[in-house]
């Protein structure tokens, strides 16, 4: 039983549950602004929610490539496939790139330039598109695997 390790895999689960919230609610908010001009009591809700997001994923990402991965591609009795790990990490420089086109389209609706609702929804769909499968993957080929492994 590996105590440390189990309880990151927890962690790191938590954090999961609570992305998909978090994109959830990202796509009815922005969903619910008004696209010539965006206003209203959801812009206030949007703005804490893109404000806590992009830290949180990126936290969460830096730490799975600096604690998890490492582990997973290290030689061992169970390894993980290689390519398995290329595809999470080139996941991990997307949904990078997906949170700072959000950032910066969510920066164009505050200060109220044309156009900008519509741009801030195509960006949050991508990113809800691109972010929701990978924690899909990591869901189901990562975390049980290393559970069973840790759990021993
Ligand atoms: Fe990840
Ligand atoms: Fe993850």
């Not at 189990?6 to 938590?14: A, M, P, S, V």
């Not at 609702?117 to 924690?135: C, D, E, F, N, V």
Request: aromatic letters at 4%; charged letters at 25%.
């Amino acid at each position: 039983m590996r105590e440390s390790e189990l309880l990151l895999l927890q962690e790191l689960e938590r954090e999961h549950a609570a992305f998909v919230d978090q994109l959830e609610r990202l796509h009815q908010l922005v969903g619910s602004l008004e696209p010539t001009s965006p206003r209203g009591e959801g812009l206030g809700s949007l703005a804490a929610l893109v404000a806590a997001l992009a830290p949180a994923v990126r936290r969460h990402a830096d730490a799975e490539e600096t604690r998890l991965y490492p582990w997973m591609e290290a030689d061992g009795p169970a390894p993980f496939d290689p390519k398995l790990l290329a595809t999470l990490r080139s996941e991990h420089r997307t949904i990078d790139a997906l949170l700072s086109e959000l950032c910066d389209r969510w920066t164009e609706v505050e200060s109220g330039e044309v156009g900008a609702g519509p741009a801030l929804a195509k960006a949050a769909q991508s990113l809800r598109g691109t972010l929701s499968a990978h924690l899909q993957r990591e869901n189901l080929l990562v975390f049980p695997r290393l559970r069973r492994i840790w759990k021993g």
